[in-house]
């Protein structure tokens, strides 16, 4: 199956997928959304193309599953900055792209891929799981 599609945006809580139960998609799954274009990075010496980074807009779970379709709502990590400032590279901030500084507004058309599911998640409800999200 191909990575599933941003078709609809219903406000700015909920948006639809057109992926669902048929394509394995269950209740909790958690997805990231990313633009439909990538940044390329070039090697400065030989000019080629070494790949696209692609640009993460924001994180969703599923919130209702249909068939074919799936309303997803925003997901908030779990907030843990204890190793924050160990993962500060010391970069000469001329050379930094700021690919990331870009609009990241959810449009039609963005794709999706499954970061978790909620099998993944070792909850022992349905109503335990909803509580976190």
């Given amino acids: 199956m191909k990575n599933p ?3 609809s945006i219903i406000d700015n809580k909920s948006l639809v997928i057109n992926a669902g139960e048929n394509a394995g998609i269950q209740a909790g799954d958690i997805f990231e959304i990313y633009a439909q274009t990538g940044f390329e990075v070039y090697d400065p010496i030989t000019k080629e193309c070494l790949g696209i980074i692609e640009i993460k807009k924001e994180s ?8 074919k379709m799936t309303i997803c709502k925003k997901y908030q990590e779990p907030y843990d900055n204890s190793n924050y400032f160990k993962s500060i590279l010391n970069v000469n901030e001329d050379d930094v792209l700021n690919i990331y500084a870009e609009d990241k507004q959810i449009e039609i058309g963005d794709s999706l891929k499954r970061k978790s599911t909620k099998s993944m998640i070792n909850k022992v409800s349905d109503n335990e799981f909803e509580e976190i999200l």
Avoid at 60 to 67: D, R
Wanted: charged share 10%; proline share 9%; no cysteine.
């Fill in 5 to 7: 599609q941003v078709v």
């Fill in 60 to 67: 969703v779970y599923a919130h209702e599953v249909a068939p």
